[in-house]
Nanobody, 123 residues
Framework: QVQLVESGGGLVQAGDSLRLSCAAS????????MGWFRQAPGKEREFVAA????????YYPDSVKGRFTISRDNAKNRVYLQMNSLKPEDTAVYYC????????????????WGQGTQVTVSS
């Protein structure tokens, strides 16, 4: 079982940066593919980034590619999302998720989810 707790959200202006952190419990953290998703009011949950547990391969949708970077520190049981050049359309609740899949998953078919952290970007 893995429990996930996100932190680092807040209110920023367009063009600013934020780094989200996700702390995971459980000794098998290093065996999970980790992902970040976001959900804006009235919209479906959207894939933002993922990092595999084998090889640390990463994947991003075009909407955040070049601006967001996912990374993980298995020794600290943490995964991070560095967000640069933020835009008002990035405003959403951001969720950390863990998948037992050995390949990157871009759908919401993850095994464990955090409670989310709010990111608000003002124009």
């Amino acid at each position: 079982q893995v429990q996930l707790v996100e932190s680092g959200g807040g209110l920023v202006q367009a063009g600013d940066s934020l780094r989200l952190s996700c702390a995971a419990s459980g000794r098998t953290f290093s065996s999970y593919t980790m992902g970040w998703f976001r959900q804006a009011p009235g919209k479906e949950r959207e894939f933002v980034a993922a990092i595999s547990w084998i090889g640390g391969h990463t994947y991003y949708p075009d909407s955040v590619k070049g601006r967001f970077t996912i990374s993980r520190d298995n020794a600290k049981n943490r995964v991070y999302l560095q967000m640069n050049s933020l835009k008002p359309e990035d405003t959403a609740v951001y969720y950390c998720a863990a998948s037992a899949s050995v390949v990157i998953v871009t759908t919401t078919n993850y095994d464990h989810w955090g409670q989310g952290t709010q990111v608000t970007v003002s124009s």
